[in-house]
Nanobody
Framework: VQLQASGGGLVRAGSPLTLSCAAS????????LGWFRQPPGKEREFVGE????????SYVDSVKGRFFIFRDKDKSTMYLQIDNLASEDTAVYYC????????????WGQGTQVTVSS
């Protein structure tokens, strides 16, 4: 499976933003697709994930209520909606994949840069 994140850019604080993750390749119906981000000078961190087959999502506590993950099966695309952007959301965002039998993410694609201006 190949993954490509897109939709980043320079965005004003307080605005919403939706990132996309286009998936292609072999079937990933038994997979989780996730969102990670890496702020400047910091380590990459988990944001949330969605089980492709059921649409069930989970999030890290720090983004609950402001980040929403959903997918469009017909378009093989996952989305990350971010409401009320804040400066701490500035990061490169990645969307990796893992099979449900794996505990860690193994397939990574190119990320997309999100920069929040005040």
């Amino acid at each position: 499976v190949q993954l490509q994140a897109s939709g980043g850019g320079l965005v004003r604080a307080g605005s919403p933003l939706t990132l996309s993750c286009a998936a292609s390749g072999r079937t990933f119906s038994g997979s989780f697709l996730g969102w990670f981000r890496q702020p400047p000078g910091k380590e990459r961190e988990f944001v949330g994930e969605i089980r492709w087959s059921t649409g069930i999502t989970s999030y890290v506590d720090s983004v609950k209520g402001r980040f929403f993950i959903f997918r469009d099966k017909d378009k093989s695309t996952m989305y990350l909606q971010i409401d009320n952007l804040a400066s701490e959301d500035t990061a490169v965002y990645y969307c990796p994949a893992r099979h449900f039998s794996q505990s860690s993410y193994a397939v990574w694609g190119q990320g997309t840069q999100v920069t929040v201006s005040s």
